[in-house]
Structure formats: structure tokens, C-alpha cells
């Protein structure tokens, strides 16, 4: 070989080597992972939990079918370090994210809160969203409607492709098929959570993703500390009215559970429900004879409904005249919402302590100053 | 035993398990405090509530939608000459279902609920319905001689109405899906007494017009070539029988939802309890027996000793499907259809 | 004419299609007296059926018209025709568990009221009805009790008691057994006789029409109907050839067809009586041709007496005594043509 191709040779090797170093030892720096991490403390959510490490987050959320393994685990990495090595196993997620997928209009109104909607681009169901921004967005052609919450369109999500998707899993998992999209997918099980401002507590989950934590923290502090102050208002309070909740499904009534998050409420509001000794943290199904028996003579019912148009005590009476036999309903003391137009079930998760002074504001009337009813009102 | 006796007994026993439920539910009234009702005296507000507005015309209900159901299935399968025709199995229940989907679809939910005019409106759809697949059935029945290839076609018209109601919720409400779902669920504690004057009045006119109606049946027994050479006029008497069953049927299912299998199983409890297919006294004691299987169905369905009650449908269902599967395994040795 | 029960202008029979119609028989000008037991006869697929159904009034008249009690079977209701004609076809009944005095009575249902009900007029009637059929012993057993030959006469009991004075019957003796077949055909030549009655029947059972029947109908695709004293059309040939086929013969002695067999030897036989005639049988039933000449190779005689002996002669020289038909063909069939036999004949 000759002397020139030979120096050709030597200097390949070494730049290949010095270039290898370079990359090595940006590797060989960051190897140098802190292992220490603190826990997030979370007040009253239970689903989900955060632990925060020097270069990363790890955000997992609970299975609440299987409690031996957990149903997800996001770790969470800003964009502005270079990716770690030796990550725990997780979905790597790069922070802030710039663009989210929503399905719920929970998705929505986190995002609202926490200020970033304008990063949506994909969402499902959008006439339950009630965000004017949403509609302007979707106008601007900025947003796509990717389907229904429970049937997602891999095409349209494709087309959208958000950094990440906000779902709710359920036992049978109706997401599978979105994992072909490659876009990650947050499961959010705020729904789960027995406790008011347990769902409430999720918004710290949310504002991980972007880099918002503060602000969420803030938030909800905002929240817990409105809310706890409602309770201590009716905590050593004597008189505690009777309550029960729900209507006839059928031939079954399915009543909320003592440890749910209705009983929840009505405890913290400063009444006495009716089936408050019962363990179940969901609903559980009774005969229409027993609950007659039981609340016959309760001073309150809480009835939800979705109606389309002015919801009436005659609208009651119509459906199973025998409910116009309950004491509640003869001394018009029915706490209604109208799901159609007050979001209870999803603004109102990030509202609790609204919906408590709501509450307190009827069965105790006089104990709030100036407060106005945003979700729940007598039935007239 | 003869006639009357017979009668007699599917009475009384109906009539006891009529006593049953208004007696035994999940929330425990002494016998007494029934008596004392039925006396006049004064009783709690709980019990005389319990018992008036919920258990009676509950118990009610179950007797007609019973005897309803059951005279349907009878005249089905005397009609069809086949022992497993019924309202539910031949898909007319499908079909009033849709009928009910449909009205709901443009009237809303709640005409399910409504009186008056909301309920004429629900009876004429359910009805329309049930007769759209009856006469579709009937000609259908014409070019089909097999018997078990009738049933599948019902079968397969049930899954077509099924499915058109699938379609429907796609485009409808949340709130009418719900009540609609609500209802397909089949009680008997949806009629209350301000609705039972039409539920009653309904059903019980087509019992009557099906009492009128053992002749004609006796002779399209024998077969169409027999009964026409003993002077019926077949196609007239087909279509009246098939009538009477479907708006039986329609107003059955438009008040309490779609109830399986009192239609198919009864009349042969009926054919064996009896011992022989005069329709002369085939038609009262089915119509007994099957007000009987309904009130046993429902204390059974109220009473599993917890705070739940069970769907109707379900005890429909376990009573039933064995009987279906017994009549198909003994249909060589059957000496009827 | 004013005392046929039933009588036919120019009738066509067939059914309607879709396009258009299909005719199986036209210009048909039969007649039904009272007091006659007519049988119609014919291969399948001849059309039987077809007028059976049309003059019951079940399919349409596709040309002409039929005249029940005088009345063009055209204008006829149902209920007028229930009065008139009764049916016992070939379909199986459904309804086991119906009593027999149940499926009698149901005879009745043109003359009972709205539901059914039987008056003491009709109790009679259906009893009545039920002993001229002979099943007294079981008016009260249900009817998957019965043989088939019982069940069947409970039908005609059922259509005897519609007191018609016109009954069709589609092949009702299809499924007995020989004796079966004879009752019902004698009952109904007897209903036919005492009750002033006309009936009409269909069958494949050539030897009880010719029993039984005032008149025999002929029909087969493709010929004109012949109608006739049985006799008369068996003596003009036309049993014959409506049945006609390859390899069928009509044995007009005995009034019974007969297949057509190749034979490999002619016999001569010398025998009278019974026993001559069922010797010849056997003999054709294996290939052996009866020959009344002499001039046969074999000759067979048949011994008067008891116990007739069957001697065999013919080419060989030895005779060969058999006591047995079934020893004489055994023989037979091994048997030298050579060896000759002589016997005399006596016939």
C-alpha cells in the first residue's frame, strides 16, 4: 500500500473514533443518572401517583381492576435535556407537549385551566365541548373531530397526530386499536377516584405534560382550600337533613354507594344520607319497594337528569307516578341538575367546591353569603 | 275433568298467586295489613302505598301481559301449524319494538311515559310494527312448508329489526337511547293506573276478540285443504287470527317492553295440563295459565330475599328456553304439531 | 242430467302460472249419480289430483265449469260447498291427541253455531257416523291410539258426518294392508249403496276397483279421459292401454298386469284347475313360457289328488316326479332338453 492511502486510512480511524468519543462521553455524562426521587404528595387522589427524579418524571396510573399492576407509566422528559439513558420502562413522553388529542370534555376543561388549549388539534365528540375557543379553533380548521369517545377513527388521529391522547380506559379496553397510530396514549382515570376533590386532584396529573405543575398545584390549592372551608362550615353542624339520590332505571334503582363520591358530597354538605352505611364506592341496584320504604320520608333528593327542555316535578310524576308519594317531592325539595346544560359530570369535576356550596346553599339555606347556584337548583 | 273444573282450578290458582304478589315483595306487610285493606280499614301510608300503587297494578299488569302473550303464542302456533312459533320467536316482538324505536326517534323519549294521545301513538306504532313482520311471516309461510326453516326466517326478521334499531340509536339522543334502552328491558311496573285504562282496555278487547275465535282455530288444525271443505274461508279467518295475535303482541310489547318466552312456552303447559287441543277450552285455561306463569315470574323476579330485583326477562327466559328445548327433543313422540 | 249430483260442461283442469296457464286436461264431461262409487285410475302424474282438488272446489276451474246440486262450482262459497262435498285426503294429520268422537264431530262444524257447539241433533249424527264405520269399540280413544286403517276410517266417519251427499276421497287406501283395503272399499261401496251417496275416489288399486266400483274413470297425460262400467273398458282394451309400457303386459283373464319376461324354454302343461294356474306363474316368474301345444320340449303334468305330484318329461328319457313347486323348478332348471315327457292336457 502506498504511503499516502495508507495516512488516508489512520486519519478515518481516528476521526471515526474521536466522533464515537464525542457522542460516548455525552452518553458516558448523562449515565450518571441521580437515582434519588421525590413523591408527589397527593391529598386525596388516589389513581395515580408522581415521582419526580432529577431528569425526568415517572407519572403511573393505578389499575383499579388488578391493583398488583399498573395500568400505565409515562415518563415524563423535557424537551430541553437531551434523553437519558437507562429510562425506567414507560411511555417516554418529551415536555411541554405542543399539540393533545382530547375525548372527553374533562380533557377539555384541564386544558382550559391550566391555559392550554390552544394545543389541541384532535377531539373527539366535539358538540359535548362547550369552549367557545374550541369552536374558533375547529372554524381555523385547526382542530380535527377524530370520531366518537368510545370509537376513536385510527385514520382521522393519523391524519391529527397529537403528541399525545388523553382516553379513559375501561375493563375492556376499547383503545387497542389506536396503538397502530403511534401517538401515546394518557389514560386518565379521574372518574375513578371516590373523593370530590380526588377528581379534582388530577389536574397535577395534566399539568405534567406541561411543564405547568406549579400552576396546577396552584389551581387546585385554590380548590381543596374553598372546598375544606365549606366543610368545616357544616361539620359540627346539629341538624343534618335526610337525603337519597337517583331515580328508578327500569324496574332497578341504582343508589351511590356509601364510600362513593356522591355520598361524598352529601356528607360534606352537611346532610344525612340515607344509605350512607353501605361500603360500595360505586351504585348498587335496589327494588323501587325498598327504596320507598327507606326515603319515603327523606327531606331531600338529588335527582341528575339529562333533559331537553325544562325538567318538572310533573315530568316526574309522569314517569312512575308513585314517586309523587316521597315527602321530598310533595314539599318540592328535589335538588336537580340538568346534566344537558350544567356540566356536572364534566366541568363539575374540576369544580367541587361549587358544587358543594350548592348544595350546602339548599339544605342549609342562609349558611352561604351571596352564593349562586351554578349546578344544582330546587326543581320548581 | 270436565270443562268447568278445569277452569275452575286455573282460576283459583291464578287467583292465589295474584294474592302472592301482592303479599310477598322486598319489603315485608303482613297478611293482616292486606285484609285489612281489602276490608276498608285504615292502614299505613307505606303498606296501602306499596300495595295500590305499586304492587296492584303491577300484578295486574303481569295477569294481562300473561294471558296476552300467551293467547298470541296459542294462536301462532295453531296458525303457523308449528309448536314453536311465538310472538318472540318469529320476531313480531322485534317488530314492535321497532315500531317503538321509531316513534321515539321523532316524538322523543317520553312517549313512553305519556298518556293519551303519546299512548295511542305508541300502541299504533308497536302495532304497525308487529304486523309488518306478522304479514311478512304469513306469506313468507306460504312458500316455506318446513316448519323449522319458518323459525329461522322469523329469527332472521328479529335480527333485521334488531338491527334497524341498531341504526336508529346511532343517530338519536343520548336521552331517548337511554329511555329506550330503559324500556327494552321488558317490566311489568311501567303501567301505572293512569295508563291502565288503555293497556287494559286494549288487551282485553283482543282476548275477547281471540275467545270468539276457537271454530276457526279447531278447523285450521286440520289444515287449510280440511278447514276450507268445512266451509271457513281460510284466507279471511288467517288474517283475523293473525291480527287478534299481533296486536296482542303489539300491546304488549308497547307497554312493557319485549317479554320472552311466556308466548312459545305456555300454550304447551297448557296442551299438556288439559290433554287435548279443543280450542274451545285450549283458549280460556291458556289465557289462565298464562296470566299464572306471569305472576309467578314476577314474585320471583322481586323476591331474591336482597334489596335487587331480577329482570323480568331473565326468569322468562330460565322458565321457558327449557320448556322450548323439551318440545323440540319430544317432537317425535308428540302426539299435537 | 237433473239427477247427477255432480256433472261437468267442457271442463279443463290444470293451475295458473305466472304466465299463463297450464292445462293438463280439457273438454271433460264427466258425471256423479247418486248411489255410484266411481274410482279413477291412471300413472302417476296423469292429473288425478289435479281434478280431484278442482272438483272439491281447492284449485280454480281453468276452463269450462262443474255443476255441484246444479250450481256452478264457480259461484260456490265455502260454506254453500261444505254442505255439499266432503274430503278425505292424503295429508297426514297433524292432531293425534283429538278423540275419535272429537274428530268425527268436527264433521259437523258447517251446521254448529258460532263456536262450535254441538246440538243433540249432531251428537247423534256423529255417532251415527261413527258406527256405520264400525269404530264403536273406540269413539273415545284418542287417535294416536289407532292403526292406520282405523284412522282412516275415522276420517270417513268425519266426512260422513258432514252429511254430504258428494265424497272425495284421494287415494284412501294408500297405506293398508290388503284387508284394510278391502273394508274401506266395500264400506265405501256400501255408503254409496244404502246411503244414496255419490263417491268419488282416486286409487292405484286396479283389483278392488274392479271389485268395487260402479264406474271407472281413466286418466293419463296426453290421452282423452275414458269413463266406463269397469268391465266394458277392461273388454275394450283401454285398461291396457292406459297402463301401457315397455315390458308390461295386461292379463285380461285376471284383470292383472304383469311384467314381461324373456323365457329360454317353452313348457308344455297338462293339468287343470288352481293349481295348473299358479304352476304357470312360477314357470314365467323363471324364464319358462307356458305353451298350450304339444309341441313343447318339456312337458309337466300335474297329478289329480291331495297331494298333487309335478312329473316332468320331456327331452330325457326318465320322467321326474316332484312334489313341490319349489322341487319342480329345481329340477327344471337342471334339467337335459333332451328328455321328453308326454302328458295330456285338460284345460
Known amino acids: 500500500m502506498k504511503k499516502i492511502h495508507l495516512l488516508v486510512l489512520i486519519g478515518t480511524i481516528l476521526i471515526a473514533t474521536l466522533f464515537n468519543a464525542c457522542v460516548n462521553s455525552e452518553h458516558r455524562n448523562s449515565k450518571a443518572v441521580n437515582s434519588a426521587f421525590t413523591i408527589v404528595h397527593l391529598r386525596y387522589a388516589r389513581e395515580f401517583s408522581i415521582k419526580k427524579f432529577q431528569t425526568y418524571k415517572i407519572l403511573e396510573v393505578k389499575n383499579a381492576w388488578d391493583t398488583l399492576h399498573t395500568l400505565a407509566r409515562y415518563i415524563l422528559v423535557s424537551r430541553k435535556i437531551p434523553l437519558p439513558q437507562n429510562l425506567p420502562e414507560g411511555i417516554i413522553i418529551r415536555t411541554p407537549v405542543q399539540s393533545i388529542g382530547c375525548t372527553t370534555s374533562v380533557d377539555a376543561c384541564m386544558a382550559d385551566k391550566l391555559g392550554v388549549l390552544s394545543l389541541i388539534n384532535a377531539v373527539a365528540e366535539r358538540e359535548y365541548i362547550h369552549q367557545p375557543i374550541i369552536d374558533e379553533q375547529f372554524k381555523k380548521g385547526k382542530i380535527t373531530e377524530i370520531g366518537s369517545s368510545m370509537n376513536v377513527s385510527v385514520e382521522k388521529l393519523m391524519e391529527a397526530n397529537p403528541e399525545i391522547l388523553f382516553v379513559s380506559p375501561f375493563k375492556d379496553n376499547k383503545y387497542g386499536h389506536l396503538k397502530q397510530t403511534g401517538v401515546p396514549l394518557i389514560l386518565i382515570s379521574n372518574y375513578l377516584e371516590n373523593h370530590p376533590l380526588g377528581r379534582a386532584e388530577w389536574i397535577l396529573f395534566y399539568g405534567a405534560f406541561f411543564e405547568k405543575d406549579v400552576l396546577a398545584k396552584k389551581i387546585f390549592d385554590s380548590i381543596s382550600s374553598h372546598y375544606e372551608h365549606l366543610v368545616s362550615l357544616t361539620r359540627n353542624l346539629s341538624h343534618r337533613p335526610t337525603i337519597f339520590s337517583g331515580k328508578l332505571f327500569g324496574n332497578l334503582w341504582y343508589m351511590a354507594g356509601g364510600k362513593s363520591y356522591p355520598a361524598r358530597f352529601f356528607k360534606d354538605a352537611g346532610a344525612d344520607y340515607l344509605w350512607a352505611n353501605r361500603p360500595e364506592t360505586g351504585s348498587f341496584p335496589l327494588d323501587f319497594e325498598t327504596v320507598y320504604q327507606k326515603a319515603i320520608n327523606a327531606d331531600y333528593w338529588q335527582v341528575l337528569e339529562f333533559y331537553n327542555g325544562n325538567y318538572s316535578y310533573q315530568n316526574l310524576k309522569t314517569e312512575y307516578p308513585p314517586y309523587a308519594h316521597f315527602k321530598a317531592f310533595q314539599k318540592k325539595q328535589v335538588l336537580f341538575c340538568n346534566t344537558h346544560y350544567r356540566d356536572y359530570y364534566e366541568q363539575g369535576l374540576l369544580e367541587p367546591d361549587i358544587i358543594l356550596a350548592d348544595l350546602i346553599n339548599i339544605l342549609h339555606p342562609g349558611l352561604l353569603k351571596n352564593h349562586q347556584s351554578k349546578y344544582f337548583a330546587l326543581l320548581k | 275433568m270436565r270443562k268447568g273444573q278445569i277452569i275452575f282450578l286455573l282460576f283459583s290458582i291464578s287467583f292465589i298467586l295474584f294474592g302472592l304478589n301482592l303479599l310477598l315483595g322486598p319489603v315485608t306487610i303482613p297478611a293482616r295489613t292486606l285484609f285489612s285493606l281489602i276490608k276498608g280499614s285504615v292502614v299505613d301510608d307505606l303498606s296501602r302505598n306499596i300495595l295500590l300503587q305499586i304492587r296492584f297494578p303491577q300484578s295486574v299488569t303481569a295477569i294481562l301481559a300473561g294471558a296476552g302473550l300467551a293467547t298470541a303464542g296459542l294462536l301462532m302456533q295453531t296458525l303457523f301449524r308449528n309448536p314453536l312459533a311465538g310472538p318472540d320467536v318469529l320476531g313480531i316482538t322485534s317488530g314492535a319494538s321497532l315500531g317503538v324505536a321509531v316513534i321515539t326517534m321523532f316524538t322523543g323519549a317520553w312517549i313512553v311515559y305519556m298518556p293519551q294521545l303519546g299512548v295511542l301513538s305508541l300502541i299504533l306504532s308497536a302495532m304497525a310494527g308487529a304486523m309488518v313482520v306478522m304479514l311478512t311471516i304469513l306469506a313468507l309461510s306460504q312458500r316455506i312448508k318446513d316448519n323449522a326453516m319458518l323459525l329461522i326466517t322469523g329469527l332472521m326478521m328479529g335480527y333485521i329489526s334488531s338491527a334497524v334499531v341498531g341504526v336508529l340509536t346511532v343517530y338519536s339522543s343520548a336521552e331517548n337511547l337511554q329511555a329506550f334502552t330503559l324500556w327494552g328491558l321488558g317490566t311489568f311496573s311501567s303501567v301505572s293506573w293512569d295508563r291502565m285504562n288503555y293497556f287494559a282496555g286494549v288487551t282485553i278487547i283482543a282476548l275477547f276478540m281471540a275467545m270468539l275465535l276457537p271454530k276457526p282455530l279447531n ?85 331474591p330475599g336482597v334489596e335487587g330485583a331480577l329482570p323480568i326477562n331473565a326468569v322468562t327466559s330460565l322458565m321457558g328456553a327449557p320448556i322450548v328445548i323439551w318440545v323440540v327433543l319430544t317432537r317425535h313422540k308428540r302426539k299435537y304439531l | 242430467m237433473s239427477t247427477n249430483l255432480l256433472y261437468t260442461t267442457d271442463l279443463g283442469i290444470g293451475y295458473s302460472e305466472k304466465n299463463g296457464q297450464k292445462l293438463l286436461h280439457r273438454h271433460l264431461n264427466l258425471a256423479l249419480k247418486p248411489g255410484e262409487l266411481i274410482c279413477t285410475m291412471g300413472p302417476n302424474g296423469a292429473g288425478k289430483s289435479t281434478l280431484l282438488k278442482t272438483l272439491a272446489g281447492f284449485i280454480a276451474v281453468q276452463e269450462g265449469d262443474a255443476f255441484i246440486h246444479g250450481r256452478s262450482i264457480r259461484s260456490l262459497k265455502e260454506k254453500e260447498l261444505s254442505l255439499m262435498v266432503s274430503v278425505v285426503l292424503t295429508e297426514k294429520l297433524t292432531i293425534e291427541d283429538f278423540t275419535v268422537r272429537q274428530l268425527v264431530s268436527l264433521g259437523r262444524y258447517p251446521y254448529t253455531g258460532f263456536f262450535g257447539r254441538l ?227 285338460l284345460e
Open chain 2, 219 to 303: 278447523m285450521l288444525l286440520m289444515g287449510e285443504r280440511y278447514a276450507s271443505n268445512l266451509g271457513l274461508r281460510v284466507e279471511r279467518s288467517r288474517f283475523i287470527v293473525l291480527f287478534c295475535a299481533g296486536l296482542l303482541t303489539a300491546v304488549v310489547t308497547a307497554f312493557c317492553g319485549p317479554i320472552a318466552f311466556i308466548g312459545v312456552a305456555t300454550p304447551h303447559i297448557t296442551r299438556l295440563a288439559i290433554g287435548g287441543s279443543d280450542h274451545r277450552i285450549l283458549l280460556p285455561a291458556n289465557m289462565l295459565i298464562g296470566a299464572s306463569v306471569a305472576l309467578l315470574c314476577n314474585l320471583i323476579a322481586r323476591m
Open chain 3, 119 to 345: 246440538s243433540d241433533e249432531d251428537q247423534k249424527i256423529t255417532d251415527q257416523a261413527i258406527a256405520d264405520t264400525g269404530l264403536e269399540l273406540f269413539s273415545d280413544r284418542k287417535l294416536s291410539q289407532l292403526s292406520d286403517g282405523e284412522k282412516q276410517k275415522a276420517m270417513i266417519a268425519k266426512a260422513l258426518a258432514q252429511e254430504t251427499s258428494i265424497m272425495i276421497l284421494d287415494e284412501p287406501t294408500a297405506f293398508l294392508d290388503l284387508p284394510g283395503r278391502i273394508e274401506i272399499m266395500r264400506l265405501l261401496r256400501h255408503l254409496a249403496a244404502h246411503k244414496n251417496k255419490g263417491i268419488l275416489v282416486t286409487t292405484h288399486d286396479l283389483e278392488q276397483t274392479l271389485r268395487f266400483a260402479d264406474k271407472l274413470w281413466l286418466i293419463a297425460q296426453g290421452k282423452e279421459m275414458v269413463c266406463g262400467t269397469p268391465e266394458d273398458l277392461l273388454l275394450q282394451g283401454y285398461i291396457e292401454s292406459f297402463f301401457a309400457r315397455e315390458g308390461i303386459l295386461f292379463d285380461s283373464h285376471t284383470g292383472c298386469f304383469r311384467a314381461d319376461e324373456d323365457y329360454s324354454e317353452r313348457v308344455h302343461i297338462i293339468g287343470k284347475g288352481i293349481t295348473s294356474y299358479w304352476v304357470k306363474n312360477a314357470l314365467e316368474r323363471n324364464g319358462f313360457k307356458p305353451d298350450k301345444n304339444n309341441s313343447a320340449d318339456i312337458h309337466i303334468e300335474i297329478t289329480t289328488g291331495d297331494d298333487p305330484e309335478y312329473i316332468i318329461s320331456g327331452t330325457r328319457d326318465n320322467e321326474v316326479r316332484t312334489t313341490s313347486i319349489e322341487s319342480m323348478l329345481h329340477e327344471l332348471k337342471t334339467y337335459n332338453v333332451e328328455k321328453q315327457i308326454y302328458t295330456s292336457t
